[in-house]
């Protein structure tokens, strides 16, 4: 067992976010001073976030702007396309600023076709890859309308990180104002306690049903907390689309040689449990999903997860990864998997 102060690895963090003012404003001013059900939008600096690096011994931070993005009211293209641009253009320089440090998960204002095809390629040159969320007031990711933009991404080679948000219902058109939180135990606990895990689920199994993931091959993703609900349900869903007539025939094989090639998992979040640390989701996505160590990336998702609990969290994991993997495996884990999925991107030109 872990003593009190014990050294950490040194790890690359994936998850991670940022809250400028101006976007902590918008917030605000757009009904959403208590994001996702949280009590409050909690607050950060460019400081405080060095210091979770210092204090967990994080290398490399990507930034990501978290739920409920940049598209805060449904039906405001305006909006969404302003405040996506400031945002990816603050994480911009903040990245120009501390190159060996920080990098960037660009936002989109989805469900907006031109605009985040206009929004891609200012941000390519600059982002490590594009950050999506499981749906965009009811339009997920898989959708057909959004085929132009998955379709830039694949010519890009890119990576997107995928990040949960309310689940949503959508009455018209992907565009469209009328849409409702499909959240049928209403306000009684936050959204991320376990809907965000659901919807990260919803969201991943729609690429593969919809046929995304085979149409855009050259797309990488990652799926965060460890999947949330999606890896037990990869064997339903799977031989679910072989015995029911009528949708997308998946083969088993072909989607599980996809998981192994063209997904990562973060561990973000509480996903390690037991004595010894070793139980718990990681464990379930590990041998329940058959994912290894090497599709497996470290993430603190500060500052949702404040300084001081991302440092105990990263004590747990210390535990749970000797527990279940080699040292070869751990360091994957930490630094390795990141530094080779973001071969060829600014992180890789930044080294």
């Not at 950490?8 to 101006?22: Q, W």
């Not at 918008?26 to 060095?50: K, R, T, V, Y």
């Not at 210092?54 to 302003?82: D, F, M, V, Y």
């Amino acid at each position: 067992m872990s003593n009190t102060n014990p050294p950490l690895s040194p790890r690359i963090d994936v998850h991670s976010h940022f809250l400028p003012d101006f976007y902590t404003t918008a917030l605000h001013e757009n009904g959403h001073s208590h994001p996702d059900g949280m009590p409050a939008i909690p607050p950060w600096s460019l400081s405080a976030h060095l210091s979770n690096m210092s204090s967990s011994n994080i290398t490399r931070s990507i930034l990501s702007i978290s739920s409920p993005g940049t598209n805060l009211t449904a039906g405001n293209a305006e909006l969404a396309t302003t405040l996506t641009r400031r945002t990816n253009s603050f994480a911009s320089t903040l990245t120009q600023q501390h190159p060996s440090k920080l990098s960037y998960w660009a936002s989109l204002p989805l469900p907006y076709i031109a605009p985040s095809l206009t929004e891609i390629d200012a941000a390519a040159s600059t982002c490590a890859g594009f950050a999506l969320l499981t749906n965009y007031h009811g339009t997920y990711i898989g959708d057909a309308s959004l085929a132009p933009v998955f379709a830039r991404l694949n010519e890009l080679h890119a990576t997107v990180f995928i990040h949960p948000t309310a689940p949503c219902t959508q009455h018209s058109t992907p565009a469209s104002a009328h849409t409702s939180p499909a959240l049928p135990l209403g306000a009684a606990y936050p959204v991320p306690m376990f809907e965000f895990l659901f919807d990260t689920a919803r969201a991943v199994i729609n690429l593969f049903l919809t046929g995304t993931v085979d149409a855009y091959p050259h797309i990488t993703y990652i799926v965060p907390h460890v999947g949330g609900a999606f890896p037990p349900l990869i064997s339903r869903f799977l031989k679910f689309s072989t015995v029911i007539p009528g949708g997308r025939v998946l083969d088993p094989q072909t989607v599980h040689r996809q998981l192994q090639s063209r997904f990562y998992f973060d561990i973000a979040g509480f996903a390690f449990d037991g004595e010894e640390g070793g139980a718990g989701q990681v464990r379930g996505l590990v041998e329940g999903g058959g994912v290894g160590a090497d599709r497996l990336l470290y993430g603190s998702d500060f500052p949702f997860t404040p300084e001081g609990a991302v440092r105990g969290l990263a004590v747990r994991m210390e535990d749970g990864l000797k527990e279940l993997f080699g040292e070869e495996g751990r360091e994957g884990v930490y630094e390795g998997n990141a530094r080779r999925l973001l071969e060829g991107s600014e992180l890789g030109k930044a080294e």
